[in-house]
Nanobody
């Protein structure tokens, strides 16, 4: 019921910046929570940060002060501005949504994007 299209990944030098975008579409009226997770080679997927429909944010300690989430509820799009990137930020970044409201009900399901590669060179 939710399709996610990510964009904005790429290769950047340490200290550089990237901006990821994730646009959601489908059969829903609103999305409660949107955000990003990442998975580096050989590691488990981990939280980067999430933002609720009301604008409340939660970030992983490793990205606090460097990454910033924002969302456009009218466009059902979430953005991740990544500054001062480090080689350890290299990973596949996945967009995630949780909690959608439809005309008839509320679904607490998780939906995932296909992922976008972010590579930070030293």
């Amino acid at each position: 019921q939710v399709q996610l299209v990510e964009s904005g990944g790429g290769l950047v030098q340490a200290g550089g910046s990237l901006r990821l975008s994730c646009a959601a579409s489908g059969s829903f009226l609103s999305i409660n929570r949107m955000g990003w997770y990442r998975q580096a080679p050989g590691k488990q997927r981990e939280l980067v940060g999430v933002i609720t429909i009301g604008g409340y944010t939660n970030y992983a300690d490793s990205v606090k002060g460097r990454f910033t989430l924002s969302r456009d509820n009218a466009k059902n799009t979430v953005y991740l501005q990544m500054n001062n990137l480090k080689p350890e930020d290299t990973a596949v970044y996945y967009c995630n949504t949780r909690g959608i409201r439809t005309p008839s009900t509320y679904l607490a399901n998780d939906y995932w994007g296909q992922g976008t590669q972010v590579t930070v060179s030293s």
